[in-house]
């Protein structure tokens, strides 16, 4: 286990938290674009809260708003222009993991001459290694990617039907200003796949890794534990502040880097999912409920110990031995459940998806990233043909 780790992201977490974020931005510029998405933010009068916030700390501030789900290039070019018109010296990012994701990378390309897809993985030859960013400050609205304590984002190319990522530290947002409070007004199905969204970030590098983690191990069993308890909470009575607040923390935790730290894990599902909804748009953790539980039934079968220990310490099954695979597969059926319980689907056809593009999913996931033997990087490492047999039997 060899590794660095830093973190250098300011959490301000708890009640009326929001109230600081004039300060809190002022400390980093003096006009922030405010970025939000498709007007939920709005509605329920957080939008109000920021702007008086900043104004009441001296800020002033430009808007972009009307950032996609599945964020597009287009939009990231549109408020970099934005940034560079109005002199923006900072971002404010206001809701979800797209909304935050577009905003890293707008602090990025707003410094950047050339085209900001150069920036984000792709299979291309040379991909463009930024150097600085604009301070942002993150306030999320929906627990579920992580994305305001860590330096990811994923953008999707409409043009090419491409969706992949980047990660880079100068990303990393200078504050996350988390009010669980404002998670209360997120409906069912979006809590929902925010809960499945969180566990499937800890799932990926837990099961992926060949590498002796004990700590990392539990800190992400602790994760899905705290997930599945209070997630059915959050998502049966949406007022539910303590639950919001768990579940918020847990979202955090769970891509803040620890539980991934010394697992030089790949994530095999996340790039499976990426290339389904460039094509379909579909919302990215519906996507991840349908695909990790079909990839963790072929995936068990070369890792049939972690599998077991899964089963073991989430679910209370007793295995024959650590190669018990039916114990294994009992824990995946059972997690599958549980995602079914909270309202996820857990197949392609609920999504209206049928078995016309699966090579053409694979063999794009592939263009974007491989091992150089021509499969994807995980456990076991994926070819196309094995990806398409994933993907067919989560038909």
């Known amino acids: 286990m060899n590794f660095e780790f830093q973190n250098p992201t300011r959490i301000v977490f708890g009640a009326e938290t929001l109230s600081r974020l004039g300060e809190l931005v002022s400390e980093y510029g003096k006009k922030a674009l405010i970025v939000t998405g498709g007007g939920s933010v709005k509605r329920s009068g957080t939008f109000d809260k920021v702007v008086e916030s900043l104004k009441a700390a001296g800020v002033d501030f430009a808007e972009c708003d ?87 984002a994923v953008v999707t190319n409409e043009e090419t039907t491409v969706k992949s990522f980047i990660s880079n530290p100068v990303l990393y947002p200078k504050v996350a200003v988390m009010d669980p409070a404002l998670t209360v007004s997120v409906p069912k199905n979006q809590t929902a796949y925010g809960v499945c969204d969180l566990i499937t970030h800890v799932t990926e590098s837990y099961l992926n890794s060949a590498v002796s983690t004990p700590i990392q191990d539990s800190l992400t069993e602790g994760v899905i534990k705290t997930a599945m308890e209070w997630g059915p909470k959050a998502i049966a009575d949406g007022n539910d502040v303590e639950a ?5 923390w847990a979202a955090s935790v769970a891509l803040i880097g620890w539980a991934q730290i010394g697992t030089d894990a790949p994530y095999p599902v996340h790039m499976m999912e990426h290339t389904v909804s460039a094509y379909h748009d579909i919302t990215h953790a519906a996507g991840l409920a349908i695909i990790n539980p079909a990839w963790m039934r072929f995936s068990a079968k070369s890792n049939t110990a972690k599998y077991v220990q899964f089963a073991e310490r989430i679910f209370g099954l007793k295995a024959k031995s650590a190669d018990d695979l039916d114990c294994a597969l009992k824990g995946i059926d059972l997690f599958e459940e549980f995602l079914r319980s909270i309202g996820c689907p857990t197949r392609f056809s609920e999504l209206g998806i049928d078995d016309k593009l699966l090579r053409t999913y694979a063999d794009d996931t592939l263009k974007i990233i491989n091992d150089g033997q021509g499969n994807l990087p995980g456990i076991p490492p994926l070819s196309a043909d094995d990806m398409v047999a994933i993907f067919r039997s989560a038909l």
Request: charged share 15%; aromatic share 4%; proline share 7%.
């Open 244 to 248: 919001r607040a768990q579940v918020m």
């Open 66 to 152: 009307g950032v996609e789900p599945n964020p597009r290039l287009t939009t990231v070019s549109r408020g970099a222009a934005i940034i560079r018109e109005q002199g923006c010296d900072v971002i404010v990012a206001v809701g979800g993991g797209s909304v935050m994701d577009a905003s890293k990378v707008m602090a990025a390309a707003a410094l950047y001459d050339g085209d900001p897809w150069d920036m984000i993985l792709h299979g291309q030859e040379e991909v463009y290694v930024p150097t600085e960013a604009l301070p942002v400050v993150t306030v999320p609205t929906l627990a579920a990617t992580g994305s305001e304590a860590n330096c990811a």
